[in-house]
């Protein structure tokens, strides 16, 4: 499975906020952030819901990896999507960093694969726990 996802009930720019405050919580930062519905809009003219993919960057763990393999730059940044959904309700979509890091030949890459899946997992958890504590 290459990645995990979560519903929220939040309007989009409030999701997107929050999950850039979760993800930075656990020691990642944002280094790309796309606007796919701009980009289809001003491309092509096609109007879609909002769909934003963050690049996730946790310094650290990206140096340890890039040290490890120098072409694992490659597989990286963890990409976040942020989508809006016809009935109104955000998804919150992570990659699997440990799944796509199988792809390198190295047991130090897969074991930082399975440090950042984990601190991933830990922003979606958080996610979870906030979203269920808004009033219904």
Known sequence: MYGFSIQLEL????????VIGALKKEGFGVLSDIDV???????LNIDHRPYRILGACNP??????????????LLL?????VREDEDGSVTIAFMNPSAVLQLV????????????LGLLQNVCASLKVENEQLPA
């Open 77 to 81: 940044p963890c990409n976040v999507v």
């Open 60 to 73: 650290a763990l990206a140096h340890q990896a890039i040290e490890a393999e120098p072409d694992v730059g």
């Open 11 to 18: 309007p989009f720019d409030t999701a997107v906020s929050k």
């Open 37 to 43: 519905q701009a980009t289809l809009k001003e491309k």
């Open 105 to 116: 030949d190295k047991p130090e890459v897969h074991a930082l694969g399975n440090e950042v």
